[in-house]
């Protein structure tokens, strides 16, 4: 029994070290490096969440074995067990690495779907691990790559959905026909904003706060409009009508000052672009005009109409131009009347 007890105390002293390692100093230092504003130092210790307790154990374990009374061939198998649960958490916390500044990167980069590539990212590195662990732990790595590549074309042919969605996913990223954060309509009259393309769906939020999932293959084929491109800015257009007595000048004058006045409120850096109005049809009961006015983006639209028919119908009251409504004059010749009496 004597035999035993320093293995024990190899075992609990790695299990007390890994508490006190997770519980103050690691939660400590993560608190002091996190006020201190490191880039990237609050990935790292995500990534590192849970493993110090992990590794203090496994070296604890190991010292065990090393010390223990057991058979050789035991004492292998139980080093096998170890080195390969080491080399797993590794992988893990690399994985969390990879995925964790690619996200940082491509959120730096407007526009791009961050949960593609950061997946494609982290299974690379699970792959790269994978192999890495099988040759440490002495299998021979070279067999199970060419079986996957023989055996590469079933599971094309059996996933050939999941591979024409991951493939059309790829294709919208680098194309950047659509990206994270565009205002799409889609042609079956569907729209809102992207908020995601993953490795199957692209999923865009409507402004009634419903999601749709597009799979990504119909999305790269289908016809839409993109308003964010070329560029997020957009033409607000509204059609007026005044009256036939009205002062032309007077009416482009007043409309263009109540369009300035709502472009300074939602778009003041847009001011350069000043609203302009053109006459366009004498109508049956008005002359009729569009007003043609810079917004910030699609959505935009909504609160510029708002805000300019407000503003326009008081100050065409204050400047007493009149909006007419429908109205039609009946000319009844005399003869029809004494016909009619």
């Known amino acids: 029994m004597m035999q035993w007890i320093l293995p024990v105390v190899f075992v609990l002293a790695g299990l007390l070290a890994g508490i006190i390692a997770e519980k103050f100093f690691f939660k400590k230092l993560k608190t002091f490096v996190l006020k201190t504003k490191i880039p990237g130092s609050e990935l790292i210790f995500l990534s590192l969440h849970r493993m110090t307790f992990i590794w203090f154990v496994l070296a604890g374990f190991s010292a065990a074995v090393l010390s223990a009374p057991i058979k050789p061939d035991i004492a292998t198998v139980l080093h096998k067990i170890v080195t390969i649960v080491i080399l797993y958490s590794v992988t893990i916390v690399l994985a969390r690495l990879t995925a964790g500044f690619v996200n940082l990167f491509i959120t730096r980069s407007e526009g791009v779907s961050a949960s593609l590539i950061s997946n494609i990212a982290k299974t690379a590195v699970f792959v790269l691990g994978s192999l890495i662990l099988l040759q440490t732990v002495g299998v021979e790595i070279t067999p199970i790559i060419t079986t996957l590549g023989i055996s590469g074309l079933a599971v094309g042919l059996a996933l050939k959905d999941t591979l024409e ?152 009251q204050e400047e007493g131009i009149k909006i007419p409504f429908p109205a039609r004059e009946l000319y009844i010749p005399e003869n029809a009347a004494k016909l009619e009496n």
Not at 202 to 227: D, G, W
Not at 265 to 270: H, S, V
Not at 285 to 296: A, G, K, P, W
């Open 165 to 316: 969605n991951l493939f059309a996913g790829f294709y919208l990223l680098i194309s950047k026909q659509v990206r994270t954060g565009d205002y799409v309509k889609l042609a079956d009259s569907h729209e809102g904003y992207v908020i995601d393309i993953s490795w199957r769906n692209t999923t865009i939020r409507e402004l009634s706060n419903n999601v749709i999932i597009v799979p990504n293959c119909k999305l790269s084929s289908a016809i839409f409009i993109n308003y964010h491109l070329p560029v997020k800015e957009i033409t607000l257009t509204l059609n007026v009508g005044v009256d036939y007595e009205s002062d032309l000048e007077q009416v482009e004058r007043v409309t263009v000052e109540v369009a300035k006045e709502v472009m300074a409120e939602i778009a003041p850096q847009l001011i350069a672009n000043e609203p302009y109005i053109r006459f366009h049809k004498f109508g049956d009961f008005s002359i009729d005009f569009t007003l043609y006015m810079r917004v910030n983006e699609f959505f935009d639209q909504r609160i510029g109409r708002h805000l300019f028919i407000k503003k326009l119908h008081k100050r065409y």
